[in-house]
């Protein structure tokens, strides 16, 4: 008989809901923070960084679903955060994050 090895913590769809909607919540907080275009932007980097190195802490010891979760909508906020300055830089020609 061939061994058998099982995934201590697999990845399962509540796991990687339960992880989007806390960092989404996480990044709706911190985005709330920023009072213009350059301190949101800041804030969103600040969290997306703080919450990836909980996804990284969470694939080594912990539920890769919600490691999962947190890391794709974590790189969604930091798309739309990206989009916002790039569309603010296009629209004024000064580059806002400075």
């Known amino acids: 008989m061939r061994p058998s090895y099982r995934e201590p913590y697999p990845v399962t769809g509540p796991g990687v809901a339960i992880g989007a909607v806390t960092a989404f919540a996480w990044l709706l907080l911190f985005g709330l923070l920023g009072r213009n275009v350059s301190s949101y932007a800041w804030w969103t980097l600040l969290a997306g960084g703080l919450a990836w190195l909980a996804a990284a802490v969470l694939v080594r010891h912990g539920d890769r679903g919600v490691a999962t979760g947190v890391a794709i909508v974590?790189?969604?906020?930091?798309?739309?955060?990206a989009a916002i300055v790039a569309v603010r830089w296009a629209q004024s020609g000064d580059w806002p994050l400075w």
């Open 74 to 81: 974590t790189a969604g906020g930091w798309s739309i955060a």
